[in-house]
């Protein structure tokens, strides 16, 4: 799967404005211009939120996959899952604004 994330220099929380004029490289799902990647907070979101993504097909989800992956590379964030099939309701990998632990307790 080819990679389509491209890192952009904006963190933080995003306004509608700011957010329309991110390119669609800043997104997991640059055609649908879907959960930006600008940060590992964000990364972070599309990973706890992935299946809460509706309206996107299998292709369009192995392609998030492959972008969220590629910006959590960069934003040295350890990814536990291995495909996108295994986020859900109970991710494994652990989000600090999760109190600093996975949902696998």
């Not at 990679?3 to 390119?23: C, M, N, Y």
């Not at 959960?35 to 907070?41: C, F």
């Not at 910006?71 to 859900?88: K, P």
């Amino acid at each position: 799967m080819k990679i389509t994330w491209k890192p952009v220099d904006q963190h933080g929380a995003i306004s509608s404005k700011q957010s329309r004029e991110l390119p669609d490289s800043a997104f997991a799902f640059p055609g649908k211009r879907k959960e930006p990647l600008t940060d590992a907070s964000h990364v972070r979101n599309a990973l706890a939120r992935f299946d809460q993504t509706h309206d996107v097909s299998d292709a369009e989800r192995d392609q998030a996959f492959a972008n969220i992956m590629a910006a959590a590379r960069h934003y040295d964030i350890e990814v536990a899952e291995s495909d996108w099939r295994q986020l859900g309701k109970r991710p494994h990998t652990p989000n600090p604004a999760q109190g600093g632990r996975g949902s696998r307790s």
